[in-house]
T-cell receptor, first 110, second 114 residues
Framework: AQRVTQPEKLLSVFKGAPVELKCNYS??????LFWYVQYSRQRLQLLLR??SRESIKGFTADLNKGETSFHLKKPFAQEEDSAMYYC????????????FGKGITLSVRP | DTGVSQNPRHKITKRGQNVTFRCDPI?????LYWYRQTLGQGPEFLTY????????KSRLLSDRFSAERPKGSFSTLEIQRTEQGDSAMYLC????????????FGSGTRLTVV
């Protein structure tokens, strides 16, 4: 069975501090992995995906197949990063169903 | 095209009543997905369509739930004989069937069963 675990519900940091949002997954094979973000009063939107190896808004995420992890990182948090973040996976090769974690609230204080 | 549109935004209904939600996807997207989200949880997959064909249904989708996508455009999700446990945010998303294209989500319909 496929599963995404986000072990923490809330991360609160000061502006300028580093951020790491943890995500572990369980899947028999090589899934597609994503981070989605939901800012206050906005829709859920894609932040980044592992296959593209890109940095979006200063965030990066590295897939560690040995540890089955896909942690989201940013070296210097900004207040506008405050949001709900969801890690998600889907089967490889297609836009089929996503399995989401429970999400983590990131709060960046001034 | 203003993205994925869901109606209504909010719905309050009495237990036992039927409700229907509508989702209008991005016009060039041939895939459409329904998710349900309860407080403190991530979105949970319900079902998805490729054009008008319903390709997969979750076990979460009991017999009281039915989804359609006639003509492969908009979709409706109907819940019959609503129960208090059906109270949730119902999210719709759409995508192409190209690999790695990602989803576009709607704002959701919040259902409250009283």
């Amino acid at each position: 069975a496929q599963r995404v675990t986000q072990p923490e519900k809330l991360l609160s940091v000061f502006k300028g501090a580093p951020v790491e949002l943890k995500c572990n997954y369980s899947y028999s094979g090589s899934p597609e992995l994503f981070w989605y973000v939901q800012y206050s009063r906005q829709r859920l939107q894609l932040l980044l995906r592992h296959i593209s190896r890109e940095s979006i808004k200063g965030f990066t995420a590295d897939l560690n197949k040995g540890e089955t992890s896909f942690h989201l990182k940013k070296p210097f948090a900004q207040e506008e990063d405050s949001a709900m973040y969801y890690c998600a996976l889907s089967p490889p090769g297609a836009n089929s169903k996503l399995t989401f974690g429970k999400g983590i609230t990131l709060s960046v204080r001034p | 095209d203003t993205g994925v549109s869901q109606n209504p935004r909010h719905k309050i209904t009495k237990r036992g009543q039927n409700v229907t939600f509508r989702c209008d996807p991005i016009s060039e997207h041939n895939r459409l997905y329904w998710y349900r989200q309860t407080l403190g949880q991530g979105p949970e997959f319900l079902t998805y369509f490729q054009n008008e064909a319903q390709l997969e249904k979750s076990r979460l989708l009991s017999d009281r739930f039915s989804a359609e996508r006639p003509k492969g455009s908009f979709s409706t999700l109907e819940i019959q004989r609503t129960e208090q446990g059906d109270s949730a945010m119902y999210l719709c998303a759409s995508s192409t069937d190209r690999v790695f294209s990602g989803y576009t989500f709607g704002s959701g319909t919040r259902l409250t069963v009283v």
